[in-house]
Nanobody
Framework: QVQLVESGGGLVQAGGSLSLSCTASPLTAHTYAMGWFRRATGKEREFVAAIDWSGDNTNYADSVKGRFTISRDTAKKTIYLQMNSLKPEDAALYYC???????????????WGQGTQVTVSS
């Protein structure tokens, strides 16, 4: 069983930056691909970014490319999502996710975090 704990959400003005982190346990969690999804009010959960277990491969949703960066500290079993140039439409509940392989949809996710709220004021 993999447990994911997110942190770093909050309120930011449009154009600002915010960083999220997600730490996984137990010990074998470092072998999993990890990433982020988000769900805005009244919308479906959507893919944001993912990174493989080595940190060498990443995927991004088109809507965040060039603004968001996902990274990984394998030793700490932690991933980070640096979000720059935030827009009001980025406001959502952000979920950390882990899976045996890289994923682009919720189908490929085996484990979910509880979510951390990101609010962007215009």
């Amino acid at each position: 069983q993999v447990q994911l704990v997110e942190s770093g959400g909050g309120l930011v003005q449009a154009g600002g930056s915010l960083s999220l982190s997600c730490t996984a346990s137990p010990l074998t969690a470092h072998t999993y691909a990890m990433g982020w999804f988000r769900r805005a009010t009244g919308k479906e959960r959507e893919f944001v970014a993912a990174i493989d277990w080595s940190g060498d491969n990443t995927n991004y949703a088109d809507s965040v490319k060039g603004r968001f960066t996902i990274s990984r500290d394998t030793a700490k079993k932690t991933i980070y999502l640096q979000m720059n140039s935030l827009k009001p439409e980025d406001a959502a509940l952000y979920y950390c996710a882990a899976g045996a392989r890289m994923f682009l949809t919720p189908t490929g996710v085996g484990y979910w975090g509880q979510g951390t709220q990101v609010t962007v004021s215009s």
